[in-house]
């Protein structure tokens, strides 16, 4: 499968932004959608990808909401040398043909573009931006 070449800038576009109002908050953004080229096992994936190792780097508690529909709710490690720099919150939904994937406001685009492609090369993947 073929990335999109501008994956990180459109991933900025669709972040998940909170606004305060006059009557509380609002939410803007979408999350990306990534279907797999076939089903998986919601729990498998979960329990694979909320692992601090390569290529994950996430540490993360995922949470079974129904029966084939598991929850992540983690944060990208950022790893220099050895050592964790900073940490980029995100929540993914996972069902057995397609993981929701919500890029929150204080999420690097650039660490959400590794993941996508880390997904895509253990499970193979197609995105598709809301």
């Not at 998986?40 to 084939?68: C, M, N, Y």
């Amino acid at each position: 499968m073929s990335l999109l070449s501008d994956l990180p800038a459109k991933l900025d576009d669709t972040r998940l932004v909170y606004e305060t109002t006059d009557v509380g908050v609002r939410i803007q953004g979408n999350p990306v959608i990534l279907e797999f080229e076939s089903p998986q096992h919601p729990r498998s994936v979960a329990e694979t990808i909320s692992t601090v190792d390569d290529p994950w780097k996430i540490f993360g508690i995922p949470s079974q909401l129904a029966e084939e529909y598991w929850k992540l709710v983690g944060t990208f490690l950022h790893v220099e040398n050895g050592a964790c720099v900073d940490a980029s919150p995100f929540t993914v939904e996972i069902a057995p043909e397609w993981i929701r994937f919500y890029v929150k406001e204080d999420c690097c685009e650039q660490r959400a573009t590794e993941f996508i492609e880390a997904l895509d090369d253990t499970y193979g993947v197609s995105v598709t931006l809301a």
